[in-house]
């Protein structure tokens, strides 16, 4: 969705203030008129099939003259990207910080030979000399907030694969900006493999739980500065709406820039089932146990029938839901499902 419950520089990177999200292919492919097609020249002498790759983007052009083999990223979503294409990055930024690696991650690394991450130190933004020491064939920047500052300083170390337009930032499906750097990077067919698995999980989901069907529910984040009406009428469909629940009609009274809700109008979030998450933990305007706690929040149809649930955010799904990406998204819905059977039968 579109208020960030964890910046994870994929649009950016650890706590500050959008939940699961999405819109249109830039870049490579042709998905909106801001596309620009890439039209691959005929490969030189030693050169890959389809190489070299002409790509137009917000600042510039680059050029991918061969199929690279060292990737680096400037991102978490981007991290995500390569090793859902089967590639360990020679360096990414270090947005776990200490903390454990996402159980979907460290899946990926263990399918990938147990490789471990190689990381730069992101506290003060994109390392460009550990990432210009590490000699990339190519840079992927699909998913950061920070490239109109990066991309000049990227540039010159290696192709930057990126956005066509600045909005892009925010409004590119996670399908779309695989698909643009698998592009980029010779590997369309397994982007498509991907976004088909990816796929696949969440209709065998929704087709093993009809119960979900036409259900409304209500996704709330409880931030720092306000208790969050996430599931507003204009956000994308994410991964509760394919799974087969709809907005509520309260929805219509919630948008991007105006999704506060105040404990005086905690009615607004009542809905066949209620999800609630606390990312921010002792940091949220609300403690869990004193929203729990109060009056309304009690008297809700949800909550009086135990059609209410807290999304863990210890174990990174929370911010996972806020930002789907290509490693993610199977693993949000196998995490996901459970809690909602139980929401919607009220146990």
Same mark, same amino acid.
């Given at each position: 969705?579109?208020?960030?419950?964890?910046?994870?520089?994929?649009?950016?990177?650890?706590?500050?203030? &959008?939940? $699961? +999200?999405? =819109?249109?292919?830039?870049? *490579?492919?042709?998905?909106?008129?801001?596309?620009? #097609?890439?039209?691959? /020249?005929?490969?030189?002498?030693?050169?890959?099939?389809?190489?070299?790759?002409?790509?137009?983007?917000?600042?510039?052009?680059?050029?991918?003259?061969?199929?690279?083999?060292?990737?680096?990223?400037?991102?978490?979503?981007?991290?995500?990207?390569?090793?859902?294409?089967?590639?360990?990055?020679?360096?990414?930024?270090?947005?776990?910080?200490?903390?454990?690696?996402?159980?979907?991650?460290?899946?990926?690394?263990?399918?990938?030979?147990?490789?471990?991450?190689?990381?730069?130190?992101?506290?003060?933004?994109?390392?460009?000399? &550990?990432? $210009? +020491?590490? =000699?990339?064939?190519?840079? *992927?920047?699909?998913?950061?907030?920070?490239?109109? #500052?990066?991309?000049? /300083?990227?540039?010159?170390?290696?192709?930057?694969?990126?956005?066509?337009?600045?909005?892009?930032?925010?409004?590119?499906?996670?399908?779309?900006?695989?698909?643009?750097?698998?592009?980029?990077?010779?590997?369309?067919?397994?982007?498509?493999?991907?976004?088909?698995?990816?796929?696949?999980?969440?209709?065998?989901?929704?087709?093993?739980?009809?119960?979900?069907?036409?259900?409304?529910?209500?996704?709330?984040?409880?931030?720092?500065?306000?208790?969050?009406?996430?599931?507003?009428?204009?956000?994308?469909?994410?991964?509760?709406?394919?799974?087969?629940?709809?907005?509520?009609?309260?929805?219509?009274?919630?948008?991007?820039?105006?999704?506060?809700?105040?404990?005086?109008?905690?009615?607004?979030?009542?809905?066949?089932?209620?999800?609630?998450?606390?990312?921010?933990?002792?940091?949220?305007?609300?403690?869990?146990?004193?929203?729990?706690?109060?009056?309304?929040?009690?008297?809700?149809?949800?909550?009086?029938?135990?059609?209410?649930?807290?999304?863990?955010?210890?174990?990174?799904?929370?911010?996972?839901?806020?930002?789907?990406?290509?490693?993610?998204?199977?693993?949000?819905?196998?995490?996901?499902?459970?809690?909602?059977?139980?929401?919607?039968?009220?146990?």
């Amino acid at each position: 969705m579109s208020v960030p419950i964890r910046q994870r520089r994929r649009p950016a990177r650890a706590l500050a203030a &959008a939940v $699961a +999200a999405a =819109a249109c292919l830039g870049l *490579l492919t042709s998905c909106g008129d801001d596309a620009t #097609a890439t039209k691959d /020249k005929p490969a030189a002498a030693g050169a890959s099939t389809g190489f070299p790759v002409s790509l137009t983007n917000a600042w510039g052009t680059t050029e991918v003259k061969k199929k690279p083999v060292k990737v680096a990223t400037v991102s978490d979503g981007d991290t995500a990207i390569a090793l859902a294409l089967g590639i360990v990055p020679v360096i990414t930024p270090d947005v776990e910080d200490g903390s454990p690696v996402p159980e979907y991650k460290q899946r990926a690394l263990d399918k990938l030979g147990g490789a471990k991450l190689k990381t730069y130190d992101d506290t003060d933004g994109t390392a460009y000399e &550990a990432i $210009a +020491a590490e =000699a990339p064939d190519v840079i *992927l920047g699909m998913n950061t907030w920070e490239m109109d #500052a990066d991309y000049a /300083k990227l540039q010159p170390i290696a192709p930057v694969v990126t956005f066509t337009d600045k909005a892009h930032a925010d409004t590119l499906t996670w399908q779309d900006r695989l698909k643009t750097a698998a592009k980029a990077l010779g590997l369309s067919a397994k982007a498509d493999e991907v976004i088909a698995a990816n796929e696949k999980a969440t209709t065998d989901a929704a087709a093993a739980h009809p119960e979900f069907k036409g259900k409304t529910y209500t996704y709330t984040v409880v931030h720092p500065e306000q208790v969050s009406f996430m599931s507003y009428a204009d956000q994308d469909p994410g991964v509760f709406e394919k799974l087969g629940f709809a907005k509520t009609d309260k929805a219509k009274n919630y948008a991007p820039d105006k999704n506060g809700v105040s404990l005086e109008n905690l009615d607004q979030l009542d809905a066949d089932v209620l999800l609630v998450t606390y990312p921010f933990g002792d940091r949220g305007v609300i403690s869990a146990k004193d929203l729990e706690s109060n009056k309304l929040f009690q008297s809700l149809n949800s909550v009086k029938g135990k059609h209410f649930t807290v999304i863990p955010s210890d174990n990174s799904l929370s911010s996972a839901i806020a930002y789907p990406d290509p490693l993610s998204a199977s693993w949000v819905v196998e995490q996901l499902t459970p809690l909602l059977a139980k929401a919607v039968a009220g146990q």
